[in-house]
């Protein structure tokens, strides 16, 4: 079946500073892959996502490249931001079917001032 | 953008009690809702996928008598915990997918969750 594994947190970093949230996968077929985020108290909310391979999403400053040969879907930011702090959530979704969500185990960001 | 509201947002209940959530969709028609589960600093678990008009799909191990999905419109689904117990206690969590866009641009937007603490 399908799966997702991302880095565990939490990341604490210095605002400013450059953010890596690893992400890879085990799929069938092709899937889309996704970066939701949860900011304290809140839902989910969709921050960037990518349906093919060699696709970039990107948001706020956020990106993520869809590599098919290494199944990955790296999150990464130039200059991170004490409202980043949240906790990031890599996910992937079949594109037959239900299409339902596979997440991973999610990665506390907090930035620091 | 797209909104997704649940109620209630923290309920408390006994045990033995049953205890419904409601998941709407605020702007937009969703023929397929989904319903997750989320412990503690842990990720969400797929439980069951709702669709308009037609039985819910339940994933593995989820007990469909004990959580009761009803998708009645396009707009509302509701999950029902019956005879909840300690162990239901969780945070819960509903999405919605927008059926009126392009395939390829099908996008879940997910409600705030509800926090069922059953004592």
């Known amino acids: 079946g399908n799966s997702v594994t991302q880095m565990e947190g939490p990341v604490t970093l210095s605002e400013e500073a450059f953010l890596t949230i690893n992400c890879t996968y085990t799929?069938?077929?092709?899937?889309?892959l996704f970066w939701y985020v949860q900011y304290p108290g809140e839902g989910l909310q969709l921050l960037l996502k990518a349906t093919k391979a060699d696709d970039k999403g990107s948001n706020k400053g956020f990106e993520a490249t869809y590599r098919k040969e290494t199944t990955s879907f790296h999150l990464e930011k130039g200059s991170v931001q004490v409202s980043d702090s949240a906790v990031y959530f890599c996910a992937l979704s079949g594109n037959t079917g239900r299409r339902a969500l596979t997440f991973g185990s999610g990665t506390r960001l907090q930035v620091q001032p | 953008g797209a909104v997704v509201s649940q109620h209630p947002s923290r309920v408390i209940c006994k045990s033995g009690t049953s205890v419904k959530i409601e998941c709407r969709s605020l702007?937009?028609?969703?023929?397929?809702m989904f319903w997750y589960r989320q412990f503690p600093k842990q990720s969400l678990m797929l439980m069951a996928t709702?669709?308009?008009?037609?039985?819910?799909?339940?994933e593995q191990g989820v007990e469909k008598d004990k959580f009761l999905i009803n998708h009645a419109s396009l707009t509302l689904s509701t999950l029902t915990v019956t005879s909840a117990h300690p162990e239901d206690s969780s945070f819960y969590i509903c999405?919605?997918?927008?059926?009126?866009?392009?395939?390829?641009?099908?996008?879940?937007?997910f409600g705030p969750g509800t926090r069922l603490t059953v004592l």
């Open positions: 702007d937009f028609q969703a023929t397929t």
């Open positions: 999405s919605a997918r927008d059926s009126g866009g392009a395939l390829w641009t099908d996008t879940q937007y």
């Open positions: 709702s669709n308009e008009g037609s039985k819910a799909t339940y």
């Open positions: 799929a069938t077929g092709y899937p889309s």
